[in-house]
């Protein structure tokens, strides 16, 4: 069982940057895949980026890529996503999720077994 919390959430001018971070609990925490997903209001909820249990790699949905980065602290049991150049339509709730899966990335996520509660980040214009 793992748990996972979100933070660092916000309210920031377009342009501007947050990052955000996700701790987990427990002591196997390196041998999970994470991911980022978010979801705007009257939307579904939709892939930001992903990264493998090692931190070798790296996934982003396209809307992302060139502005996101994820990474983790596997000592720290925390995995972050760095967002920068913020758009109005990055504005969502953001989930980080967890696959106990060593190997590569998915950003599928049926694939995933546990989810944080959220954090909002809003973009104003």
């Known amino acids: 069982q793992v748990q996972l919390v979100e933070s660092g959430g916000g309210l920031v001018q377009v342009g501007g940057s947050l990052r955000l971070s996700c701790a987990a609990s427990?002591?196997?925490?390196?041998?999970?895949?994470m991911g980022w997903f978010r979801q705007a209001p009257g939307k579904e909820r939709e892939f930001v980026a992903a990264i493998s249990a090692a931190g070798s790699s790296t996934l982003y949905a396209d809307s992302v890529a060139g502005r996101f980065t994820i990474s983790r602290d596997n000592a720290m049991n925390t995995v972050y996503l760095q967002m920068i150049n913020l758009r109005p339509e990055d504005t969502a709730v953001y989930f980080c999720?967890?696959?106990?899966?060593?190997?590569?990335?998915?950003?599928?996520?049926?694939?995933?077994?546990?989810w944080g509660q959220g954090t909002q980040v809003t973009v104003s214009s």
């Open positions: 999720a967890a696959n106990p899966v060593r190997w590569g990335v998915t950003p599928n996520p049926a694939q995933y077994n546990y």
């Open positions: 427990g002591r196997t925490f390196s041998s999970y895949r």
